[in-house]
């Protein structure tokens, strides 16, 4: 449904309006304090970032970058590059594989779902094909 909501918008003419006419310095996610790139707003879908920042810091949203969608939609408290930068992906994708799972990221149900699959008995025969009857 958020992706739907921001194709809208896209599709309205609702990418980048906002009030904000500064360019954006924006950080790639979880990089504090280091900024990766300087947005103009039109070029970012409209996203709570850009409405609700006060502090002059942006982030890009790790979701939007990895997978093209974010489930939060407008409501994303982080930057949505309308065409996100190779370096932005780049930052993103550097930073998965560096994570001990190799990025991908699990629900604990899942993992344990998981878990107990590999760790079930294997399946026994099949039952037994019924007798055939005496003369045939």
């Given at each position: 449904?958020?992706?739907?909501v921001?194709a809208?918008?896209?599709?309205?003419g609702?990418?980048?309006?906002?009030?904000?006419?500064?360019p954006?310095?924006?950080?790639?996610?979880n990089?504090?304090?280091?900024?990766?790139?300087t947005?103009?707003?039109?070029?970012?879908l409209?996203?709570?970032?850009l409405?609700?920042?006060?502090?002059?810091?942006?982030?890009h949203?790790?979701?939007w970058?990895l997978?093209?969608s974010?489930?939060?939609?407008?409501?994303?408290?982080?930057?949505h590059?309308?065409?996100?930068?190779?370096?932005?992906?780049?930052?993103?994708?550097?930073?998965?594989?560096?994570r001990?799972?190799?990025?991908?990221s699990?629900?604990k149900i899942?993992?344990?779902?998981?878990?107990?699959?590999?760790d079930?008995?294997a399946?026994?025969?099949?039952?037994?094909e019924?007798?055939?009857p005496?003369?045939?």
């Amino acid at each position: 449904p958020a992706a739907a909501v921001e194709a809208a918008a896209i599709a309205s003419g609702e990418p980048g309006t906002t009030a904000r006419t500064a360019p954006l310095p924006v950080q790639a996610p979880n990089a504090s304090g280091q900024v990766l790139e300087t947005l103009r707003p039109e070029e970012c879908l409209r996203t709570r970032a850009l409405e609700d920042n006060n502090t002059g810091t942006f982030t890009h949203c790790a979701h939007w970058l990895l997978k093209g969608s974010c489930h939060h939609g407008a409501a994303c408290k982080f930057v949505h590059a309308a065409l996100p930068s190779e370096l932005a992906r780049a930052a993103v994708a550097t930073r998965a594989k560096r994570r001990p799972d190799g990025g991908a990221s699990k629900s604990k149900i899942t993992a344990t779902l998981d878990h107990r699959t590999q760790d079930a008995p294997a399946p026994g025969p099949s039952a037994p094909e019924p007798p055939k009857p005496v003369g045939e």
